[in-house]
Structure formats: structure tokens, C-alpha cells
């Protein structure tokens, strides 16, 4: 089992594009905070400097390059880092630009200097409301990709492109097909800091060793199974104070923990996107009455399921 992918796909990861740009020197654009998204910025040409709050020093970003800045973060973009102080809010540029919402987002100082140009496509990846993981608390605050060898830059551009035409287009199927491509985007760059920078980091030295993946793989196989701490154990071929102490140290959870984390996210996403029954949800999530079910679900979404489910449907009505 594929369990980056499972991870994911239960946070319900969409991708929004929001334009395409043709910048020109000087240019700087503060771009402000917004909850549950992860924005990104692919460069196709020219380069970037791009500051994130809370971050002292710029980074450099080149042609085929891709910035993932977490959980909404405010940030700034520029073409040079003196000009990261002089950048104008979002708002401001899209309205001296005159962008309408087609073509690209042309702004700048030049912009009859079409060799000199910046070009990027910007967007996010929202998740559900109330995803949570403990993958998702470990990334960092922004992710860089970086393209050395091209070979990066053409996954990128293509996934995008595909992403792009799904969204012009009225053929049947283009929101699942988009949906499933930004997912994807989202997974290879979080695949790239795994494999690049995050193998020494909590929880992503979970996700590659090997005691704990293979209990982490069975847990997601089997949910609702009542998994005792002794077989967990010895799936993870360590004794049982060995395993809890080497779970904890790489997962920064207990493996209880963990598990009920996982369960009650598994319970969030049916009873928000299924009209399954409460009492099959529980027994889905491996507890064997509703009122078991019910009593943890409220411990950590503050409302019981049937109230959340009718919540999330007022939610997607006021949409």
C-alpha cells in the first residue's frame, strides 16, 4: 500500500489555478494569507526571490523550479530581493494590471522586454477543513523545488498543463480528472522533500523505516481490526516497550494515538462526502456501537457525527 497516497487522498487535496504571469523588472507582489491552502509558484521563465513570514532569508527560485508554501502563509515574490520590500499587495497589482481573469497576469516595470520577462503559474491546493495528520503538521513551511536536471520541471509543467486544460474544458469528468491531478502535483512535491530533505525529519523517518511502515501499511489496510499493542509489536519485529518508544521518537504520536487520528479522519470524510449510515461509519472505523463511535468523534470534532454531517452539508449549500 501506497501510504503517502492513502494519507493524501483521505485530506481530499484539490488544485486551483489562479493565472499565469508575464512580469517584468522591477516587480514585487505581497501575496496575503489564507487558511487550509498550500499556494504554489512554478517558474517557466526568468527567476524569483520569495520570502515567507516567519522566514528570515529569501529564496531563489530559477526556471523549472516550484514553491509550496504551507498552510497559507503570507509571502512575498519579486524579481530581486531589495524589491521584496517594496512589493505591492495582490489586490493592487491585479487591479493596475487590468487582469480580467483571461490570459496572463502582465505587470511590472518594463513590459515591452519580453526576453526579460518573468513567467510563473500560480495556484493552491486546498484540503478538507478539518484534515489533519501528523504528515501534514511535519512539513515545513514551505517546500522548494528544485530543478537541476530538468527532469522535475517536466512533470511539473505537464501535470499543470493537464490541470489547465481540464479546467477550460465542459467534457464530463473534468472535476474528478483535475482533482486527481493536483493531488498528484501536491504528492510528487511532497515525494521530492521526502526522498531531497525530509528522510531525517518526524514522521517522514516513520514512513520509510522499516518496523514502523510495515505496521503503518497494516493499520491502513485494516482500520477497523481491534489491533492490540502486542501485534503491532511483532509486526514491527520489536518488543513492545522497544516499539512504542521507536514509534513515538519517529511518528511523534503514540501508535494509539495514531490509529484513533487516523480513524476519526476516515469518519470526518465519509460523514462529510458519503450518505453512509452513522452506525456503518462506526463499524467502518472499527468500533462496534455508534455510541462509541459518537463519544470519540465528539472529542475531537467538538460536535457529534450527525450534527457534523449536517453541518458540512449547510457548509457546501452556502458554497
Given at each position: 500500500m501506497d501510504i503517502l497516497s492513502d494519507i493524501l487522498g483521505l485530506m481530499r487535496v484539490k488544485g486551483t489555478l489562479y493565472f499565469r504571469t508575464d512580469f517584468s523588472s522591477p516587480w514585487g507582489v505581497q501575496v496575503p494569507a489564507?487558511?487550509?491552502?498550500?499556494?504554489?509558484?512554478?517558474?517557466?521563465?526568468?527567476?524569483?526571490w520569495l520570502k515567507v513570514n516567519g522566514n528570515e532569508d529569501p529564496i531563489f527560485l530559477k526556471k523549472g523550479d516550484m514553491a509550496v508554501v504551507m498552510n497559507g502563509a503570507a509571502h512575498v515574490i519579486s524579481c530581486s530581493p531589495p524589491t521584496l520590500e517594496e512589493a505591492l499587495e495582490l489586490d493592487e497589482v491585479v487591479e493596475k494590471s487590468g487582469y480580467t481573469g483571461e490570459g496572463a497576469l502582465v505587470y511590472g516595470g518594463n513590459i515591452t522586454k519580453k526576453k526579460e520577462t518573468t513567467q510563473l503559474i500560480c495556484g493552491h491546493f486546498s484540503m478538507d477543513k478539518d484534515a489533519n495528520h501528523p504528515l501534514l503538521a511535519a512539513l515545513p513551511s514551505f517546500i522548494h523545488v528544485s530543478d537541476d536536471k530538468g527532469e522535475v520541471y517536466q512533470w511539473l509543467a505537464s501535470t499543470l498543463k493537464l490541470i489547465g486544460d481540464q479546467t477550460d474544458t465542459e467534457m464530463l469528468g473534468r472535476e474528478l480528472i483535475s482533482f486527481k491531478l493536483a493531488e498528484l502535483l501536491f504528492a510528487q512535491a511532497v515525494r521530492f522533500y521526502l526522498s531531497e530533505k525530509g528522510e531525517d525529519k518526524l514522521v517522514f523517518k516513520g514512513l520509510t523505516d522499516k518496523h514502523i511502515s510495515t505496521v503503518l501499511q497494516a493499520l491502513h489496510r485494516n482500520p477497523a481490526y481491534n489491533w492490540k499493542l502486542e501485534e503491532m509489536a511483532k509486526l514491527a519485529g520489536l518488543s513492545r516497550t522497544n516499539y512504542v518508544a521507536h514509534f513515538l521518537a519517529l511518528m511523534g504520536v503514540t501508535p494509539?494515538?495514531?490509529?484513533?487520528?487516523?480513524?476519526?479522519?476516515?469518519?470526518?470524510?465519509?460523514?462529510a462526502y458519503s450518505g453512509m449510515p452513522v452506525v456503518h461509519i462506526a463499524e467502518h472505523c472499527g468500533y462496534g456501537s455508534e455510541a462509541a463511535f459518537g463519544r470519540i468523534f465528539k472529542r475531537h470534532f467538538a460536535l457529534a457525527p450527525a450534527t457534523y454531517r449536517r453541518m458540512r452539508k449547510l457548509e457546501k449549500k452556502a458554497a
Open positions: 489564507y487558511r487550509n491552502v498550500a499556494r504554489f509558484h512554478l517558474v517557466c521563465r526568468g527567476k524569483v494509539r494515538q495514531y490509529l484513533i487520528n487516523w480513524r476519526m479522519q476516515m469518519g470526518r470524510e465519509m460523514l
